[in-house]
């Protein structure tokens, strides 16, 4: 079983930055992909970004030119640095881990942007 550990969340002003941090109890040997997904209030859980084993990265539309997302394998964490952040991006941030096969969640994190 994987854990992963999130930080980073908290309350910010629109236009503000943030930056998350998720860190795994594996190694990065056996990490394939690690991203980030979110889930607003009343609304289903949706992709953010993704980053892989070899540095390639994804990202929602809603997000792609403000958000950047990366990974540090020496310590098995994933960040996702949130610049530019709207109203609309306030939701309960998940990391997402797949190694060896399966997927796992973090707890989630609060990110909350007043207008």
């Known amino acids: 079983q994987v854990q992963l550990v999130e930080s980073g969340g908290g309350l910010v002003q629109a236009g503000g930055s943030l930056r998350l941090s998720c860190t795994a109890s594996?190694?990065?040997?056996?990490?394939?992909?690690m991203g980030w997904y979110r889930q607003a209030p009343g609304k289903q859980r949706e992709f953010v970004s993704i980053?892989?084993?070899?540095?390639?990265?994804n990202y929602a539309d809603s997000v792609r030119g403000r958000f950047t997302v990366s990974r540090d394998n020496a310590k098995n964490t994933v960040f996702l640095r949130m610049n530019s952040l709207k109203s609309e991006d306030t939701a309960v941030y998940y990391c997402?881990?797949?190694?060896?096969?399966?997927?796992?969640w973090g707890q989630g994190t609060q990110v909350t942007v007043s207008s």
């Open positions: 594996v190694s990065a040997v056996y990490i394939d992909t």
């Open positions: 980053i892989t084993s070899d540095g390639s990265t």
């Open positions: 997402m881990v797949r190694a060896r096969g399966s997927v796992y």
